[in-house]
């Protein structure tokens, strides 16, 4: 079968997706990609999806739907619940990642990975996967590379321009189309390309950059699609609430049922800006009217850092619930009074949106991608500082029409993002930019280089 007779048959469309970030804990990533595989059977579309595990096996997800695990070793820093597929799972004759693409031969290969794996990409844009001909090459971003660099390597004006550097002259140029979960997270693809917001850019090497790989000539803004994540409306709903099920939580964890529940749910890492949890915290300690709780759901590398915090100043007032089950949290978050996420800088936020679908009274920072759905219609949007917080949260408690008000907007914005709505676009956006691909000049061209270049 030639590189585009599929889509010429009338048949649907086979994608491959491929990502280091999913694991059994990993929160929105798992999330989205289940539902993206559960999807399959929906739309009768071959869906298959390759991520690191402990051993090397196939999982199938209905009749259309498909997980590979490739094994491979545990993150060796940051957070080590983490597996990393590298460039050898892709390099050689016989790799794994390699043996799954050429058995698949899909039309579209989506890499949502900032790192390692981009380059997979470039090797097929400069034909040294010739055997797979030319697939649509995707790169999906659910976070910015920004955050991660200047976070965990180099911060400051250094770690923002090698950051730009890396995706405009090397990441962005090995695909065709670039989705985003948030505008927030879209902004960086284009600062990254914008010759205005790379004044002291070689343009040079840019264009060196573009030729080598291949990239595409078609215009950067017209490959652009920005795409926002769904909430299951039936499944996180305000629905849960009720004083035996609050009560029981109260209990699990120590706390007298007429406190105040505060709770965040979000991985424990440094990008997620978790250090802000225990500040909240000490400035609701000098509230002398209500006996605040802090219930912080989730698991990571700051975890222990954040159990010394609260046994060091506040003892029994913020207690760490470790990663719960989907059902476990559904029910946090109904009966909860306030919901708080710390990440001025979150891509998207699923744990935002799940918390608003459950009519929880939501506090969240006034920037990032938590915007696209928290507004001061729906939530309380506050700079991301421990006292607005705190006066942000004590509001939202002592007026209880306003709350009343801002939770019942929130459930309905929520039900705008339904889960099914989410996936139906995200697989329409697909055929759309497969479509354009098909009929693009720098797709046929991408071809002829493929056909004459040696394989590897």
Not at 233 to 260: D, H, L, M
Request: aromatic share 10%; charged share 25%.
């Amino acid at each position: 079968m030639s590189l585009h007779d599929r889509s010429r048959n009338g048949e649907p469309l086979k994608s491959v997706h491929i990502t280091n970030y999913y694991h059994e804990s990993s929160g929105g990533v798992k999330t989205n990609y289940d539902r993206l595989l559960q999807a399959a059977d929906r739309h009768r579309r071959y869906i298959s999806l390759i991520v690191p595990g402990e051993t090397e096996d196939v999982v199938n997800v209905g009749e259309y739907g498909k997980i590979y695990h490739v094994a491979a070793k545990p993150a060796p820093i940051f957070d080590k619940r983490y597996r990393l597929m590298l460039p050898w799972h892709f390099l050689l004759e016989d790799s794994p990642i390699r043996k799954i693409l050429l058995k698949e031969e899909p039309d579209i290969i989506e890499i949502y990975d900032n790192y390692a794996l981009t380059y997979l990409a470039g090797m097929i844009r400069t034909g040294h996967f010739s055997q797979l001909k030319r697939p649509m090459l995707v790169y999906f971003t659910g976070e910015r590379f920004d955050t991660i660099f200047q976070t965990f390597v180099v911060g400051g004006r250094f770690g923002k321009w090698f950051s730009k550097r890396l995706m405009g002259n090397y990441n962005l140029p090995m695909f065709d189309n670039y989705i985003a979960n948030s505008d927030f997270v879209a902004a960086e693809l284009y600062e990254s390309v914008r010759e205005a917001d790379n004044p002291g850019r070689s343009k040079w090497f840019f264009d060196k950059c573009r030729k080598v790989l291949n990239a595409a000539t078609t215009p950067f803004e017209d490959r652009v699609a920005v795409c926002p994540r769904g909430v299951d409306t039936e499944f996180f709903t305000p629905n849960r609430r009720s004083a035996e099920a609050r009560k029981e939580i109260c209990t699990a964890v120590n706390v007298p049922e007429t406190a105040v529940l505060v709770l965040s749910s979000t991985r424990l890492s440094p990008e997620k800006n978790v250090e802000l949890l225990p500040e909240i915290m000490g400035e609701l300690l000098n509230d002398t009217k209500h006996d605040f709780r802090f219930l912080v759901a989730g698991a990571g590398p700051k975890e222990d850092w954040l159990r010394d915090e609260t046994l060091k100043r506040f003892p029994g007032k913020l207690v760490l619930l470790g990663h719960l089950e989907k059902d476990a949290l559904a029910d946090h978050y109904a009966n909860a009074d306030v919901f708080v996420h710390p990440n001025p800088r979150e891509p998207f936020g699923n744990v935002g949106l799940e918390a608003m679908a459950s009519g929880v009274a939501m506090v969240v920072p006034n920037s990032g991608g938590l915007t696209t759905y928290a507004n001061e219609s729906n939530a309380w949007n506050v700079p991301a500082t421990a006292a607005a917080f705190a006066v942000a949260i004590r509001q939202s408690v002592s007026n209880p029409e306003l709350k009343l008000k801002r939770t019942a907007e929130g459930v309905i914005t929520a039900n705008r993002y339904s889960q099914t709505a989410a996936t139906d676009n995200l697989l329409e956006l697909y055929d759309r930019m497969y479509e354009d691909f098909v009929n693009s000049e720098s797709a046929l061209a991408g071809d002829e280089e493929a056909a004459v270049a040696p394989a590897v």
